[in-house]
């Protein structure tokens, strides 16, 4: 998992976070051993902001991938994925590992159902 974690810090590099300075980066592995990473993209209309985590997995998805391993999340200060990450993991990923680093290099091990517990997903769509 350190090449994942590795690589969600470097994605904090390609941050665009004028508005917050705030920048955060993302990496998921994928079933077959890829890992794609994403970072936060501000716009000057807070809601059109898109979170590092979606930008990762959109970006996995957009490439044929359908199936993940784990996922890595770098923040100047280990901050936790936001509700809207938390649900788009679980819906996409499910019940996957999940590392949350900070600038000290401290390594946070959860997992989605840790932070999602009694998730709202497709089985309650029937």
């Not at 794609?36 to 807070?46: K, P, W």
């Not at 590092?52 to 959109?58: F, G, K, P, Q, S």
């Not at 840790?114 to 029937?126: C, H, V």
């Amino acid at each position: 998992m350190e090449n994942l974690i590795a690589h969600a810090k470097s994605m904090r590099t390609l941050a665009h976070a004028p508005y917050s300075n705030y920048t955060v980066g993302a990496a998921v592995l994928t079933s077959d051993g890829e890992m794609i990473g994403g970072c936060n993209v501000e716009s000057s209309s807070y809601g059109l902001t898109c979170c590092a985590e979606r930008v990762a997995l959109y970006r996995a998805v957009a490439a044929g991938h359908s199936s993940f391993k784990a996922l890595a999340v770098a923040t100047e200060n280990g901050g936790s994925l936001c509700g809207a990450c938390r649900q788009v993991v679980w819906d996409l990923c499910g019940d996957i590992p999940i590392f949350i680093t900070d600038n000290q290099n401290n390594v946070e091990e959860t997992s989605t159902l840790q932070l999602l517990p009694e998730a709202f997903d497709q089985s309650k769509l029937k």
